[in-house]
C-alpha cells in the first residue's frame, strides 16, 4: 500500500491574528506586503511552514513575546509537485540542529512582493472601459477555496481561523474596499494614501477580500451608524 502522505500544515505554529498591509500598484501589477501575525507556538520548533504561491519573500523574522528576533535562516517553497503544494517553510536553525523558536506567543514578521495576476484567482487584475471610452483596470480578490495564499502568505486551511487588521495604500484617486469599515485614512506620499479597516472577526482565510479601483458610490447610513455604501 502506498504511504498516505499529509495534506494539512503542521499544527506546531498556529495564528490568532493576521496584520496585513497590501500597496498593489494598477500599472505595474506589482503587490508589495507587509505581514504581523501574531501566533502560538505549541512546541519548541526550527521550522514554521504557511501557504504561499507566486511570492516572493524579502525578510522573514521572528520575534517572541521575550522580545528575542530570530531570522530565518533558509526559505524553501514547494510548488506544487505532490500532495502537499503551494507551501513555504521558514527555517530558524542552530549550528547544533536544536530548536530555535520557544513554546509560546510570538509574531512572525514577512516582507514579501506578490503579483496582480491575470487568473481571476488570488488577488487579480481586470479592465473595463470608462464611459469616456478608456480602458481602465480594477483589482479585486477571489480566495475561496485556497487563493489567499496568491495574495499573502498564510495559513490557507478552513479550519485555520484568525482576525484580519488590514489596510491598503493605493493611487490618491482610487477607492479600496475590504470586509470591515474604514477606520482611518492618512497621506503617507503626495500621491498616495493608506486606508485602513477595522479588525474582522475570526474567519477562515477565503472570506478575506479587497478591491481596487475608479469606483462610485453614494453613502447613507443606518440607525445603528453602520455604514451602506453602493
Not at 514554521?48 to 513575546?65: G, T
Not at 521575550?66 to 530558524?92: C, K, R
Request: hydrophobic share 35%; charged share 25%; aromatic share 10%.
Amino acid at each position: 500500500m502506498a504511504e498516505v502522505q499529509p495534506v494539512l500544515l503542521p499544527r506546531n505554529v498556529l495564528p490568532s491574528k493576521y496584520i496585513l498591509h497590501l500597496e498593489p500598484d494598477l500599472k505595474t501589477f506589482n503587490l508589495d506586503g507587509d505581514l504581523s501575525v501574531e501566533v502560538t507556538v505549541n512546541e519548541p520548533t526550527s521550522e514554521i511552514s504557511l501557504h504561499s504561491r507566486d511570492i516572493d519573500f524579502k525578510s522573514v523574522k521572528f520575534v517572541a513575546s521575550s522580545g528575542d528576533t530570530f531570522e530565518a535562516t533558509n526559505i524553501s517553497s514547494n510548488l506544487g509537485t505532490n500532495q502537499l503544494p503551494w507551501v513555504t517553510t521558514f527555517s530558524f536553525s542552530k549550528s547544533d540542529g536544536d530548536a530555535v523558536i520557544p513554546a509560546g506567543s510570538g509574531v512572525l514578521k514577512i516582507l514579501f512582493r506578490g503579483e496582480l495576476n491575470d487568473q481571476m484567482a488570488g488577488f487579480y487584475r481586470s479592465s473595463y472601459t470608462s464611459v469616456e471610452g478608456e480602458k481602465r483596470i480594477m483589482a479585486s480578490t477571489q480566495f475561496e477555496a485556497l487563493d489567499a495564499r496568491r495574495c499573502f502568505p498564510c495559513w490557507d486551511e478552513p479550519d485555520v481561523k484568525a482576525s484580519f487588521e488590514c489596510s491598503l495604500t493605493v493611487a490618491d484617486h482610487l477607492t479600496a474596499f475590504s470586509n470591515m469599515p474604514e477606520t482611518e485614512v492618512t497621506q503617507p506620499t503626495g500621491n498616495k494614501k493608506r486606508i485602513s479597516f477595522a479588525e474582522s472577526p475570526k474567519m477562515s482565510t477565503y472570506l478575506l477580500a479587497f478591491c481596487v479601483g475608479e469606483f462610485d458610490f453614494v453613502q447613507a447610513y443606518t440607525k445603528g451608524r453602520v455604514a451602506v455604501r453602493v
